[in-house]
Every structure is written in C-alpha cells, then in structure tokens.
C-alpha cells in the first residue's frame, strides 16, 4: 500500500511537471515564432513607397490592402489588421496570424495531457481500491491458518478478482476445523480402546503368570491337574491374542477418513485438467509429455479427487522416473476407461511391486526422496470409495500405473 501511495504521488509530479513543460515549450514557440506577418507587411509598405503596386501573391499571411480612399468602412475590418501612413496616406493590412494557431494548439495539447492524467489516476486508484487493499486485507491469511487461527471467516466479497479466492480459504478453514475434530475424535477413540484392552489384557495376563509360578513351584503334582491348568493358559493366551487382533484391527482402520462426492464427469474434464497442470512444467524440465485424446465419454465419480489421484499418480512418475518422457494412455475394457501414467526409467525391484499400495510403505528406491508412503494408498481408497480400481506393473523398463474408472 505504501508504494502504491509513493507511486500515485510520483504521478502527479510527473504529470504536473510534463503539463509545466509543455506549456513553457508552447511559449517559448510563440515568442520565437513573433510576428511573422509584419516581414510581409514591411516588404509590402515599401513597394508602396516605391509607388508599385502592393503584391500580396507571395504572401502567406497578409490578405489584403486597402487604400483608405478606397473603402468606405476602412476602420471597421472584421479582421486582424495593421494600419500604417505611407506617403501621405492610410493604409491598411488584413492578415490572419499564427498566434491562434498555437493558441489552438495549446488548447488540444492540455486537453489531451489532461484526459490522460485523469485515466492514469483512475487506473491508479482503481488498482488501489480493487486489488491491493482487498489483498492487503488476505495477506495475513495464509499465516493464521498455519498457526492455527481459525476461527475467525473472511467476510465473503463480490470482488471479482477476490471473490473466489475467499470462498476458497473459507472452505480450506472449514476443512482444517473438520479435519482437526475428526483428528481429535479418533484419537479419543484410540486412546479409549487402548485403555480398554490394556485393562482386558491384564485379567488373562495375570492369570497365566499364576500358572506358570504354580507349575515352575511343582504345586500341581497330578497330571490331570497339570494338564487342566497347561489348558487354562492355553485359553487365557488366545484372549490375548484376540485383543492384539483387535487392536491391530484399529489401527489399520481408515485413518485418513477420505471422503468422496457420487456424481459424474467427462473423461475430457480429467485429462484437460491434468494436461493443462503439467505441460508446461514437464516443457521446462526437458520430459516428453504426451496425452491421448479418446473419444469423450461420462464417467462415474468424483471430479475433483479424480484429478487428485490422477496428479498423484504425475507426481510420482516425476519423483522417481528418469525425466526422459511421461506418457497417458487411454484403453476401454468392458464397461470401464483405464487410464495409464506410463513413465521411463523404472527404478523399484521388482519384488516390492506388491506392497507399493500399502499405508506407509516405501520401495528401496526411495531412500534420498521425500515422502510419507502414503500417496498410492490414498489413491487406491479413494478409487474404491468411487467403485474403481488401481493397479501397477513393470513393463520393459517403464512403470505403469493404470487407474480404472466406471463408465456412466
């Protein structure tokens, strides 16, 4: 906003300082220009003291002399005139000067300054009212909402430059808030099973501890004793063991609570989207990067975590391809579109293919990059939630990862 101000205020210097100068230049033309009509008016008055007759052929601004004995209204000319005695006599010299030309001139030149002054400041504040105070205003946005500050909406704008972008950080706070509940409702309900089975675990525990205490102290000399007591612990081991599957259970439980919206789309929609995010960047970075373009087709799902998977899916042929080329492919089988990211320079074992949809899992070709190991298992929930399918394979040498998408 302070430049902006700084800049508003050079302009009116700049502009002030141009209307100065060319006012000052229009002057100075005019005095330099003078009179230009009394060069001719002298050269006239002395052919007519030299008794010739005045010739006003040549002349560019004298129009005309009159003897005064020769006109009646010799005083009342409508024109610019010049009256000078000759040899006795009265004459006078009608001329159109070249003053009002530059008077005109001047007129035009400050009208013109003028009207372009006035659009540049408009433009100015313009820019200033509809783009940089609004902007001003989300600046600190994007600092609250990874601070944690997000109680507080942005007031929703009809600016239509804004106005979305509002909408948009409202939505993005909406999602963090809903996200953060269900972050803390699932941990509540973690702890709380955790605590549960911790204190179910320690019944059966306890009891095999006896046991084993009993047989090891040689309590239980029959041997039908002996065995009832090896069967007790037996059964108070698979409680145990049920509460380990149990709680393994839960926490192979959707942790993420992906959500998707049932509805349709075109299958141009989802290549043009993905097409349109990567062309240039893969231009930039020297990658072959090629599209098919099939026959158009409505597919089931939804729109916008299908172009998450699809990036997904970009992202990781970027991350761990050579950078040589990157190519969609577009098959149909049954009632399906399968779509491929195909990307060179495949770099994983094969022996580690079975587990890259797995949740926190990374392939030994992963060491120096960044990542959480849970790209393609979002992908693969998210395909299934939308009643589709994902999977991968290695062919010469690219790797292929094929999403199938229901046909409406």
């Given at each position: ?31 330099t ?32 002399v ?10 009342n ?31 035009i030149l ?26 001003n ?21 009809k ?31 973690k ?28 309590i239980y ?20 063991e ?17 959500e ?27 990658t ?13 799902g ?17 991350k ?11 098959t ?77």
């Open positions: 906003m302070k430049k902006n101000s700084i800049l508003l205020v050079v302009s009116l210097i700049v502009i002030t300082a141009v209307f100065a100068a060319a006012n000052i230049w229009l002057g100075s033309a005019e005095k220009q003078g009179r230009p009509y009394m060069v001719e008016i002298n050269r006239l008055c002395k052919q007519i003291e030299n008794e010739q007759t005045p010739d006003i052929s040549q002349c560019e601004y004298v129009t005309s009159t003897e005064q004995s020769q006109s009646s209204d010799f005083f000319s409508k024109s610019d005139n010049y009256i000078k005695q000759i040899n006795g006599k009265l004459y006078r010299f009608d001329y159109s000067g070249s003053t009002g030309d530059l008077g005109k001139a001047r007129l400050n009208i013109s300054l003028g009207t372009l002054s006035i659009l540049l400041i408009a433009v100015l504040v313009y820019f200033r009212l509809r783009l940089l105070r609004p902007f205003k989300l600046s600190n946005v994007p600092y609250d909402l990874s601070k944690g500050k997000l109680t507080q909406p942005l007031d929703e704008s600016n239509r430059y804004f106005g979305k972008f509002v909408w948009g950080v409202n939505m993005l706070r909406e999602n963090i808030i809903d996200q953060k509940e269900q972050e803390l409702e699932l941990l509540k309900e702890q709380t099973l955790i605590l549960s089975i911790s204190h179910d675990i320690k019944t059966p525990l306890s009891a095999i501890k006896l046991y084993s205490k009993a047989m090891t102290k040689g000399t029959d041997k039908e004793k002996l065995a009832e007591a090896a069967r007790n612990i037996d059964r108070n081991a698979d409680d145990i049920r509460f380990v599957t149990q709680l393994t259970h839960s926490a192979n439980e959707d942790f993420l609570h992906l998707v919206e049932e509805g349709e789309f075109y299958l141009s929609e989802l290549l043009e989207s993905v097409k349109e995010h990567y062309a240039q960047r893969l231009h930039e970075c020297g072959l990067f090629t599209v098919d373009n099939p026959l158009d087709c409505i597919l089931k939804d729109l916008r975590r299908s172009i998450e998977v699809m990036r997904n899916l970009m992202e990781n042929a970027l761990y391809g050579d950078g040589k080329y990157i190519n969609i492919c577009v149909q089988e049954d009632n399906c579109k399968l779509v491929c990211v195909a990307n060179s320079g495949c770099t994983l074992p094969r022996g580690e293919m079975l587990h890259i949809f797995d949740s926190f899992w990374r392939g030994s070709n992963s060491a120096d990059k960044s990542g959480s190991g849970l790209g393609l298992y979002i992908c693969r929930q998210l395909m299934l939630k939308m009643n589709g399918e994902i999977f991968a394979e290695q062919k010469d040498g690219e790797m292929h990862v094929t999403v199938v998408f229901p046909k409406a």
